[in-house]
C-alpha cells in the first residue's frame, strides 16, 4: 500500500478523478454517492467521500486499475486485503 505521494504515478489525481466520474461518483460497494449525508455510529452528521482504490495495491504501476470506494468501504477493504493486514491481526 502506497504510504508517500511519490509512491504513485505523476497524473494519479487524472487517474483517480476518471475512475470517480466514471462510477458517476458512486462507491460501488455500497452505492454512496459523494457528498451525501449520512449519521455515523456516534450520531453525527457527516458526508460521504469517494476515492479511488488501488484493488490490487500496486501503485506504482503507472496504469493501475482503480475502483470507485466510499472511505468506509476503502478502509474496510484495506484492512482485509492491503499489505498490512497480518500486522493488525497479530496486535
Known sequence: ?????????????VQAWQ???????????CDALHG???INERGEVKRKVVTAAHPFHDA?????RLVSLCLECH????????????QK???
Open 1 to 13: 500500500m502506497a504510504t508517500e505521494r511519490t509512491d504513485y504515478p505523476d497524473d494519479i489525481e
Open 60 to 64: 506504482a504501476n503507472p496504469r493501475p
Open 36 to 38: 451525501e449525508e449520512y
Open 19 to 29: 475512475c470517480k466520474v466514471e462510477a458517476e461518483m458512486r462507491c460501488i460497494n
Open 75 to 86: 478502509r474496510r477493504y484495506d484492512d482485509r486485503t492491503g499489505p498490512n493486514r497480518r
Open 89 to 91: 491481526k497479530q496486535r
